[in-house]
Structures are given as structure tokens and as C-alpha cells.
């Protein structure tokens, strides 16, 4: 069936089995005369906000057996008896049913053409605390969570500006996942915008599951060999609010609580909300650190092992970096096992109940460290150096950004183990032309504003300046 029929039982039979009516334990049926004339509603049970729905119930039942007389058009009926403001009418049977899944409530009215979609629906969802990946002493407290709307919510009461739209989008071909395109229509690029939509509309999937990741893969750039991360992902509504009003796009998927902020550069993931909530001297000695430590983050091991791998080649001075207790594995396999063991230890932690997370850290510690040594298998300055590294990867605010310098300085360190000096040199040219040569999603190069250069936007990623008249 394309469109409705105009035999109202037709239609209820169509509904009754397209919807699962008595096959499905969540869809809800409720048969009406309302004003003398057959009614039938359908709602998910779990998505109907109850008192909405009974007060209209009410009313209906108590309209007089001639109420609905002269009338012939759901329209006509929607305008006269439905007083909840979002209610759609339609006529197209595919549009209706994926309504209803979605969350609306389907009216038909027997003698009526058309079918009123009533959006009284109520998520089941958690509250808007902080996110636990993006934390800040001062500022907001609030998060987002996994529904569209009450996101939505939270941006308009940071931007209430005319200019910003929320542009609503269906996304995959069976899910018909909601994603919001946020931004302001005055600032944003038109031609990022429409690059964006139609790289929406194109999506060939049939569903969503993993939410904003399942977006991000299919829209991305087909370069599977490289680590960086093409888009950027928050839960905090100030960073979104303070991007959307510098022009930036924020995509929403319904059942995620994370947004993307596009364009990604690479340069972004250098900022963090902490430093705007301090005041400008202080943000830019954060932020400088943050990069200095995450630069040092990746070099650290491959360029420590080049230093000790043989003897004489440091300075005098730093002589005391060259000769490593002996253990019983090699020191390019105790860097690599121990790579891998921090990993497992987070794997393990997240599966770990909170009640027994503290005892979980401290056996680790202790295999890791004090039992590792003792027994041989480690030497401690193995130890010190990989512990800098792993404290490191949590001063990125990033995951897939921590994960992409891992990956690239476990290769970094494999290379100078088999090519020595030339090792490092191609290794660290190999990391400056993968970044050169990844492609964003949108936007004008992952390199931007060093490539294409611009002087006062890189400016600005590397100090924290005072807030702006845009307050951004």
C-alpha cells in the first residue's frame, strides 16, 4: 500500500499488521467512537507520553454523536479537536508507519482521509550530567544524552539567536535513525553545508547500530592504513555552542550522546574545554603543554631506544640514559609487552564493576611494576618511561587520537629496531606525510590553518586568547 485507502477497515487491517499488532507485545491498539464514528490509535508502548494521550482520549469520547457531521478531512479534524501543538497529517503508508516506530501516535478516523501523526512521545532516558570524558573544574555541568531533542534543547539555551537551525535529517534504510544538522544559517559555509547533506542523503545503510560511528565510517574518506581521526566528538554543549557560533557544523544521531563537530582539522584536537574556563595566560600554558607532552608522548621510546641500542653515541651528560638494567627480555620486546599490557589493563577496567575498580588498579600496578622488576622480566627504566607515555595518552582529550600515536609509535620504535638512525629519520618523515595526506570529511585540508596557511587562526589554536566579541 503506497497511499491510504478509503475503506477505513482496509486501512486498519493494513496498520494492525504492518505494525505487529498482536505479535508484538509493545504495540499498542486502542479502538474509539469519536463523535459517532470509528476510531482506532496505535502507539509504541514506552514512546506515548500517557497523560497527553488520556486527556485527548477523554475529550474525544465526549464529543456529541454528530460532532464530526461535516467533516471529511483529517485536517479539518486535527484543527478542531486535537489541541497537542506537533501533529502531522499524511496519507503516504510508509511515512506513517516509520512515524509511528519512531515514537508518534497514529489517529484514523473512519470517513476521514488521512492519518494524524501526533508527536506526544516521551523517550525513556537519563538525565544531562557531565559527561566522565570531558570533565572541567569550572563551567557547566551538563551533558548529552542519547535523545535528539532534549540536545537540541540544550543548544538553544546557549544560543538563543534566530540564525540557528536545526535541519532534520532520516538516516539509514531501515533504522530511519534522526540526525540533526546544527548551525547557524548566518555563519556557517553554504558549501560545507550542502556537502554535508548530500553526503547524509547518500548513506547506503541499512542501519545505525553504533550511532555517530556508523555516520563517521560511512561518510569518511576510504583510507583504512591511516590512524587520525576525521572527526571530532563531544558530550560537552559548551563546546558545541562555542563551535556552531564559529561557524562549525554539529551533526546529532538519535541514540548517541556524543556529537560531531564538523570540519576536523588536526590542530582541533589541541584544544580542550579547561582551558577556557581559566584565564588566558593560564589556557595557553595548558594548551602548550598538552602538545609539547603529546609530541613527547610519541617520540619518547623510539628515540630513547635509538640512544641505548648502542654505546657512545650520548653525551656525557646524559650518560646515565645508556646502560639499562638487564632483564630477561630483550629491551625492544619489554617496550613492545608493555605497550600491549597498558592496553589490556584498560580493556580489563572497563569491564571491571566500580566496586572493585580500586583493587583492580593496584593488582595491576603491582604485576606491572614491583613483581615485573623483581622477577627479571622488566627493567625499571622500561617502566618510568612507558608510565610518562600512558599518563600521557590521558592529557589527550581525544581517544582516536591517543590510539593513532600509539599505533604510530609503535611503529616509529619497530623501524629504528631494524633501520637504526635511518629507521627514525623515515619513520618520523612517514608520520609528517601520512598527516599531510589525510583527508577530511569536509572542510579546506586536515592541515588547515597551516595548510592552506592562516596566520591568525593558527594563531589562535596555539595561544588561548582572551574571548572574543563572538565570546567563542
Avoid at 234 to 249: F, H, K, L, Q, Y
Avoid at 310 to 326: H, I, M, N, Q, V
Avoid at 402 to 427: E, I, N, P, Q, S
Wanted: glycine share 6%; proline share 6%; aromatic share 10%.
Amino acid at each position: 500500500m503506497e497511499n491510504l485507502s478509503e475503506n477505513y477497515m482496509e486501512n486498519v487491517r493494513y496498520f494492525n499488521d504492518i505494525l505487529g499488532v498482536g505479535r508484538s507485545v509493545d504495540m499498542v491498539s486502542r479502538d474509539y467512537i469519536i463523535g459517532g464514528r470509528r476510531a482506532r490509535l496505535w502507539v509504541v508502548d514506552g514512546y506515548g507520553k500517557d497523560e497527553t494521550l488520556e486527556r485527548m482520549g477523554a475529550f474525544w469520547l465526549s464529543l456529541p454523536q454528530n460532532a464530526l457531521a461535516e467533516l471529511t478531512d483529517m485536517q479539518a479534524f486535527v484543527d478542531r479537536f486535537i489541541s497537542f501543538s506537533e501533529v502531522d497529517v499524511g496519507t503516504d503508508a510508509a511515512e506513517i508507519v516509520t512515524s509511528v516506530l519512531l515514537g508518534k501516535t497514529l489517529l484514523l478516523v473512519e470517513g476521514l482521509k488521512g492519518a494524524a501523526q501526533i508527536d506526544a512521545k516521551d523517550y525513556p532516558g537519563r538525565g544531562v550530567e557531565e559527561p566522565p570524558d570531558g570533565k572541567v573544574l569550572r563551567g557547566s555541568h551538563d551533558g548529552f544524552i542519547e535523545a535528539v531533542v532534549p540536545n537540541m534543547a540544550l543548544l538553544r539555551r546557549r544560543i538563543r539567536d534566530p540564525h540557528l537551525t536545526m535541519e532534520g535529517l532520516k538516516v539509514g534504510n531501515r533504522s530511519h535513525t534522526d540526525a540533526v544538522l546544527c548551525y547557524l544559517n548566518d555563519k556557517a559555509n553554504p558549501e560545507l553545508l550542502a556537502e554535508i547533506r548530500d553526503k547524509l542523503n547518500n548513506i547506503d545503510v541499512n542501519s545505525l547500530s553504533m550511532a555517530q560511528e556508523s555516520v563517521s565510517e560511512a561518510i569518511r574518506p576510504k583510507q583504512w592504513y591511516n590512524p587520525f581521526p576525521k572527526v571530532r566528538f563531544t558530550e560537552r554543549p559548551d563546546s558545541a555552542a562555542a563551535s556552531i557560533m564559529e561557524g562549525s557544523v554539529v551533526l546529532m544521531v538519535d541514540n548517541s550522546p556524543s556529537v560531531m563537530i564538523l570540519p576536523t582539522t588536526f590542530f582541533d584536537f589541541t584544544q580542550e574545554a579547561n582551558e577556557f574556563y581559566f584565564p588566558p595566560l593560564i589556557g595557553t600554558y595548558l594548551r602548550l603543554l598538552r602538545i609539547v607532552v603529546f609530541l613527547i608522548s610519541l617520540l619518547i621510546t623510539p628515540a630513547w631506544y635509538l640512544m641505548v641500542k648502542e654505546t657512545g653515541r650520548l653525551p656525557e651528560a646524559l650518560k646515565f640514559l645508556s646502560s639499562p638494567e638487564p632483564a630477561s627480555l630483550g629491551l625492544l620486546w619489554q617496550l613492545l609487552v608493555v605497550e600491549f599490557l597498558i592496553d589490556v589493563l584498560k580493556l580489563a577496567s572497563l569491564n571491571t564493576p566500580d566496586s572493585l575498580s580500586n583493587s583492580f588498579s593496584m593488582l595491576g600496578a603491582l604485576i606491572l611494576g614491583d613483581f615485573a622488576v623483581q622477577a627479571g622480566w622488566l627493567g625499571p627504566e622500561v617502566l618510568v618511561y612507558m608510565a610518562f607515555v600512558s599518563v600521557a595518552s590521558f592529557a589527550q582529550p581525544s581517544y582516536e587520537m591517543g590510539y593513532a600515536f600509539k599505533l604510530l609509535r609503535v611503529v616509529l620504535l619497530l623501524l629504528t629496531a631494524a633501520f637504526d638512525v635511518w629507521g627514525f629519520g623515515l619513520g618520523v618523515l612517514g608520520i609528517l606525510v601520512l598527516v599531510a595526506t589525510t583527508k577530511p570529511i569536509v572542510g579546506k585540508g586536515y592541515l588547515y590553518p597551516l595548510i592552506p596557511f592562516n596566520a591568525k587562526a593558527f594563531r589562535r589554536l596555539l595561544i588561548r586568547e582572551p574571548i572574543s566579541r563572538d565570546n567563542t
